[in-house]
């Protein structure tokens, strides 16, 4: 079972990211706050659940998270800011949209903007070892997901609906056949046939 919170603050929030790496789409983040009586033994690693075990507990934490708030930055962003830049901004929005503010804020990773003067740490791998951040790794994965599924309807040559954006043999492929679209990273390089292509 995962630690409920690292500090002692009563409004501690963890913050996770999902599509850091991908080629298409935007960075998404997502902030929560658990109260003292959340219980669920189930939260982990969004990685390490199935995706209707992350819609279950999706809906779960929106029901019973004292708050939560899940912030985009898109491709645009990112290719002028480049993606470390751009995870620090889509984290600091969803701290900025939650309705309750933190009084300190557990981060997943080795990396993190101050926002404003509220305390924080850092913790490697914290998505498998405090709730809150497992909470966040949920909303991100799961609402990234769907903006990705739902672009899939728009351009479905690419397959986003199954790759998310990510840089698959099949997804690299079409990109190679169809170009980019405006939801491309096009400051992202990608290999193909041992050639690496540049998007300019």
């Known amino acids: 079972m995962l630690m409920k919170t690292f500090s002692e603050y009563k409004h501690e929030a963890g913050i996770d990211e999902a599509g850091r790496g991908s080629l298409a789409g935007p960075l998404t983040a997502a902030a929560v706050i658990l109260g003292k009586n959340f219980e669920n033994n189930d939260l982990n690693d969004s990685k390490k659940l199935s995706s209707i075990k992350r819609l ?3 809906k779960y934490i929106e029901k019973n998270a004292l708050a939560y708030s899940v912030a985009f930055v898109n491709s645009s962003y990112i290719d002028n ?94 990109i190679t056949k169809f170009g980019r679209t405006k939801y491309h ?15 300019n």
């Open 56 to 58: 279950e507990l999706k």
């Open 81 to 174: 800011h480049n993606i470390l830049n751009s995870t620090f901004k889509a984290m600091h929005k969803s701290i900025e949209n939650l309705i309750v503010k933190p009084n300190f804020i557990l981060v997943d990773g080795s990396l993190f903007k101050p926002y404003n003067e509220v305390k924080y740490q850092c913790v490697i791998k914290g998505d498998q070892k405090y709730q809150n951040i497992a909470a966040a790794s949920i909303l991100a994965k799961t609402y990234r997901d769907e903006y990705m599924s739902n672009l899939h309807l728009k351009f479905p040559e690419y397959d986003w609906i199954k790759n998310k954006g990510y840089g698959t043999k099949f997804h690299i492929y079409m």
């Open 185 to 199: 990273r096009k400051s992202f390089q990608i290999k193909s046939n041992q050639q690496i292509l540049q998007f």
